[in-house]
């Protein structure tokens, strides 16, 4: 069985930074891309960030600049760096396993997602 635990959320200034992780276990084969999303109140979850075992990178344009995915394949853990984070950024951010090897801003491709944490961004 599939399990994503997510943490490294919290409350945080404008301009600050925060360092998500995420933790995969269970499954075999764990080879196939890790992503992340996130879900501003009202607004529909959208894509962030996803990283394939052999290194490949998808960021979303806009925070490209901002944000940084990294992976460590050896501790089966997927990290997302966020710097100069703004209100904006406020959301539930969710990590997710892919059932392809490849890179996919898609939801659709994630069939397993973990239980979402909290980053606030506050003015």
């Known amino acids: 069985q599939v399990q994503l635990v997510e943490s490294g959320g919290g409350l945080v200034q404008t301009g600050g930074s925060l360092r998500l992780a995420c933790v995969l276990s269970?499954?075999?084969?764990?080879?196939?891309?890790m992503g992340w999303f996130r879900q501003a109140p009202g607004n529909e979850r959208e894509f962030v960030a996803a990283?394939?075992?052999?290194?490949?990178?998808a960021v979303k344009t806009s925070l490209k600049a901002r944000f940084t995915i990294s992976r460590d394949n050896a501790k089966n853990t997927v990290y997302l760096q966020m710097n100069n984070l703004k209100p904006e950024d406020t959301a539930v951010y969710y990590c997710?396993?892919?059932?392809?090897?490849?890179?996919?801003?898609?939801?659709?491709?994630?069939?397993?997602w973990g239980q979402g944490t909290q980053v606030t961004v506050s003015s």
């Open positions: 269970g499954g075999t084969g764990n080879n196939y891309a």
């Open positions: 990283k394939t075992w052999s290194g490949d990178t």
């Open positions: 997710a396993r892919s059932k392809l090897i490849g890179t996919s801003g898609a939801q659709r491709d994630y069939p397993y």
